[in-house]
């Protein structure tokens, strides 16, 4: 069965270091999201994507955050300078793309970032 | 705003206990409901959803669960569990008004199965 995969496992990065967190989604998949889970917190929707830009973005998606899908397979989340805040467990999810919010998101197995 | 919330945060049963789940969320409009689990060391999976139709509905594994629509609920069971059921489980929700499809999740529930 297709899986999203993300690369990679867990990140280790200092303070204001910038990070590229990696996504595969499954391949005929058309809508592409990003999560994350703060230690001890709820899993918190950061922002989706569709058709080349972001379709909704939260609150923490805020300018230190970016989206791209640099090429036919891959999805990526950067943070530009990160904050100790920023350590967390970070999903990529995607969809078939019917647009419908019925859709199942498939779930990656995540990446856990951590900020020193 | 969505908000979702599962009051159980640890259940530790017995295996062939029965298992139910609280999921209780805030939204006013029509909403889509989705269990998602996460076994140790792997991804979220779906376990069942909801969005129309008959308000039980049965997942995986012998999963279901039953949306109460004048309680705002959607509680998971399971008539009896076993040691490999052993995971956290997720109750999300969102709905046709969210631009992007975004998922809101409760806190989830660490399910413990002792043999």
């Known amino acids: 069965e297709p899986e999203v995969t993300q690369t990679p496992s867990h990140q280790v990065t200092q303070m204001g270091q910038e990070v590229i967190l990696r996504c595969v989604p499954i391949s005929n998949h058309l809508y592409f999201y990003w999560y994350r889970q703060i230690l001890g917190q709820k899993v918190e929707f950061l922002v989706s994507f569709y058709n080349n830009e972001i379709s909704e973005k939260s609150e923490i998606f805020d300018d230190q955050f970016s989206v791209e899908r640099p090429d036919g397979s891959n999805f990526t989340l950067k943070i530009r300078s990160t904050k100790l805040e920023d350590s967390a467990m970070y999903f990529c999810a995607s969809t078939i793309g019917t647009g419908a919010s019925t859709d199942t998101q498939y779930f990656g197995p995540g990446t856990r970032l951590t900020v020193l | 705003a969505q908000s979702v919330s599962q009051h159980n945060h640890h259940v530790i049963l017995s295996e062939a206990a029965s298992l139910e789940l609280g999921c209780n969320y805030s939204y006013g409009g029509t909403v889509n409901l989705f269990w998602y689990v996460q076994y140790p060391g792997q991804h979220l999976q779906l376990l069942l959803k909801?969005?129309?139709?008959?308000?039980l509905v049965k997942g995986i594994k012998g999963f279901e669960a039953e949306f109460i629509k004048s309680k705002f609920s959607f509680n998971l069971r399971k008539p009896s569990v076993q040691w490999s059921d052993t995971a956290e489980y997720f109750c999300?929700?969102?709905?046709?008004?969210?631009?992007?499809?975004?998922?809101?999740f409760g806190g989830g529930t660490r399910l413990m199965v002792k043999p």
């Open positions: 909801y969005f129309s139709g008959d308000p």
């Open positions: 999300a929700v969102n709905s046709d008004n969210n631009a992007g499809n975004m998922l809101t």
